[in-house]
């Protein structure tokens, strides 16, 4: 009789995504619901940097490990955030729809991450914007036109954008999975061009030449 029910070969990925904005765009409470399934007027400014971690069954034989950086607000541009960068595969970059300056800093925010943070290859790692607080859309005093905002994330890089509600737990699910199956995609593009460049330099290399009698 199997005595392991469950597949013994799962694949297990780790991978830090960090979620960044100006302070009090709701960073956390995004965190919060994603991962705890709980939203709450309470929570208190982050300080420096916190955790979250969301573990996924992708598929029945891969398991992800969502490692959550939230960063805080009033850590923007410092020099410590590329010591909390280090090493990210993704990004989300936060804003709230009732204050204009928040959506206003976030090119900075994504110019910040450029240049602190890329791929193994060279690339910038993939960045998701937020729209968050949309449970509050009859307070917005930022545009939310679907055109003008697709412009603005081709024009900064964004790949894309949501609008979010913790509140309310919109879109968050959904944005979390649009940033994993690109993370995932990106992953093994990467190794099909490693193997690729490994079988390349093989077949490059001189042949050993043969003794003479």
Not at 43 to 63: E, H, M, R
Not at 119 to 127: A, F, H, K, T
Not at 128 to 135: F, G, I, T, W, Y
Not at 200 to 208: A, D, E, K, S, V
Request: net charge negative.
């Amino acid at each position: 009789m199997d005595d392991h029910p469950y597949p013994t070969d799962i694949r297990e990925y780790l991978y830090k995504i960090l979620v960044i904005g100006d302070l009090g765009t709701g960073k956390t409470s995004i965190i919060k619901r994603y991962v705890h399934n709980i939203f709450s007027t309470n929570y208190k400014s982050t300080i420096g940097v916190d955790f979250a971690l969301k573990v996924i069954q992708w598929t029945p034989d891969t398991v992800i490990r969502m490692q959550l950086w939230d960063i805080a607000g009033q850590e923007k541009f410092s020099g410590l955030t590329r010591v909390y960068y280090k090493e990210a595969v993704a990004a989300l970059v936060v804003y709230d729809i009732t204050r204009p300056n928040t959506f206003e800093a976030v090119p900075k925010w994504k110019a910040d991450l450029d240049t602190k943070v890329c791929l193994p290859g060279g690339q910038p790692i993939p960045v998701v914007l937020l729209a968050n607080k949309m449970d509050l859309q009859d307070e917005a005093s930022v545009g939310l036109d679907g055109e003008e905002m697709e412009r603005f994330c081709e024009d900064n890089g964004f790949l894309r954008w949501f609008g979010t509600s913790a509140k309310d737990n919109s879109n968050i699910d959904d944005a979390a999975r649009f940033l994993l199956e690109e993370i995932m995609q990106r992953e093994a593009e990467h190794a099909h061009q490693q193997a690729h460049d490994a079988d390349r330099i093989q077949l490059t290399q001189p042949r050993p030449k043969e003794g003479c009698c």
